[in-house]
């Protein structure tokens, strides 16, 4: 039963569109976040909700919004794609009492901006 | 602020192998240390995390890290390595309130 789910997994797009990426946790936690993985595999956090309020905002462009529509679901909408956006991204959710600090991550997006 | 610095971009070794991946940190709050794995093209997954008390922490598939404040380390070790260890490592300090990782320790075994 997977924990971290997101749709979809690859992502081709020409420069200018909009698109969205969708993750899904099934591990009752409160903390959810976006991570983005450069052709480096540098990663970076973007954003981190808690129980769908937004809690940190790592200078990303307003070009990037996310979204929960509750506690268990955290959406990525990125308008006037760029190249400079492809890259992998990832969400996570991440874990309380005895898993405190723990973060479990999704299989990732691979977005192609062409 | 907290920061991460992975000392090898790549490490070699050749199978049933000893290895140690270096982690240096940097924090102005409480430490607490983690190891993630990142098969080839899959997500990350957490190895081992070190939060207070024993300095030694096990970790799963035979990794261990040692804390080490004085010297401001959390290195990884596995005795004996095996091909399915081939992946990318990561080494993250928990700020107040994110991870921040290092840059990644690619890890290749050789038969």
């Known amino acids: 039963d997977t924990a971290v789910s997101q749709t979809p997994k690859y992502l081709v797009t020409q420069m200018g569109n909009d698109k969205s990426i969708k993750c899904e946790q099934n591990?009752?936690?409160?903390?959810m976040y976006w991570y983005k993985q450069d052709s480096k595999k540098f990663l970076k956090i973007m954003f981190s909700?808690?129980?769908?309020?937004?809690?940190i905002n790592e200078t990303v462009p307003n070009r990037f919004s996310p979204k929960s529509p509750d506690k268990a679901h955290l959406n990525l909408h990125i308008n006037s794609l760029e190249l400079g956006d492809s890259a992998v991204y990832f969400c996570?959710?991440?874990?309380?009492?005895?898993?405190?600090?723990?973060?479990?991550f999704g299989p990732g997006t691979r977005l192609t901006v062409t | 602020a907290q920061s991460v610095t992975q000392l090898d971009s790549q490490v070699p070794v050749f199978e049933e192998a000893p290895v140690e991946l270096r982690c240096n940190y940097s924090?102005?709050?409480?430490?607490?240390l983690f190891w993630y794995v990142q098969y080839p093209n899959q997500g990350l997954q957490l190895l081992l995390k070190?939060?207070?008390?024993?300095?030694l922490v096990k970790g799963i598939n035979g990794f261990e890290a040692e804390f080490n404040k004085s010297q401001t380390s959390f290195h990884l070790r596995k005795p004996s390595v095996h091909i399915s260890d081939t992946a990318e490592y990561f080494c993250?300090?928990?700020?107040?309130?994110?991870?921040?990782f290092g840059q990644g320790t690619r890890l290749t075994i050789n038969p």
């Open positions: 996570a959710s991440e874990g309380s009492g005895q898993g405190a600090y723990e973060q479990y």
């Open positions: 909700y808690n129980n769908k309020e937004l809690i």
């Open positions: 070190y939060l207070s008390g024993s300095t």
């Open positions: 591990l009752g936690h409160d903390t």
């Open positions: 993250a300090v928990k700020g107040a309130q994110k991870l921040v």
């Open positions: 924090s102005s709050v409480s430490v607490y």
